[in-house]
């Protein structure tokens, strides 16, 4: 059995603290669409922000349909449905994150109308118990390799 002594104690707690105090990443989520990579920082702000879902409270702070609405809203402002598929929810989870606070995820698919192979084009977007969604951040994925030439 592992045991901790007080100092050990206070210094996790200590570290939490200032996580929760800084707007730095404490966690992240990225997902993959059509060349894009899509990456939902969650600072230690969100989090602090973010109520706790108490042990007696049967449901989450915030409900999964408010939840399901307004990772819509974010997801209709980053992608649009194409000729050859539609946006549709996948799933939506909770998650417990390692500061006691509880999040929802929204997964979204391209789902193509016909076959399909390869890997699916997948958004995630992050909901805080609060109600803030989590912009992500877009970046343009080079799916070419690269073309360094070997220094030999």
């Excluded at 996580?19 to 990456?39: E, G, H, N, R, T």
């Excluded at 602090?48 to 819509?72: F, G, R, V, Y």
Aim: charged share 25%.
């Amino acid at each position: 059995m592992l045991s901790l002594t007080a100092p050990a104690i206070l210094a996790i707690l200590f570290a939490q603290v200032e996580v929760l105090a800084s707007d730095q990443a404490a966690m992240s989520y990225c997902s993959y669409a059509f060349k894009k990579q899509y990456i939902c920082k969650i600072t230690g702000s969100h989090l602090a922000k973010s109520p706790k879902w108490s042990d007696d409270a049967e449901n989450p702070p915030l409900a999964a349909k408010k939840a399901i609405d307004l990772a819509t809203k974010m997801k209709d402002s980053l992608v649009k449905d194409g000729k050859q598929y539609k946006w549709e929810l996948d799933s939506l989870e909770l998650r417990q994150t390692p500061f006691s606070r509880w999040l929802w995820v929204a997964k979204y698919q391209a789902r193509f109308q016909g076959m399909s192979t390869g890997i699916p084009h997948e958004l995630d977007i992050v909901v805080m118990m609060d109600g803030t969604v989590i912009k992500p951040e877009v970046l343009d994925v080079n799916d070419e390799p690269d073309k360094t030439p070997n220094s030999n």
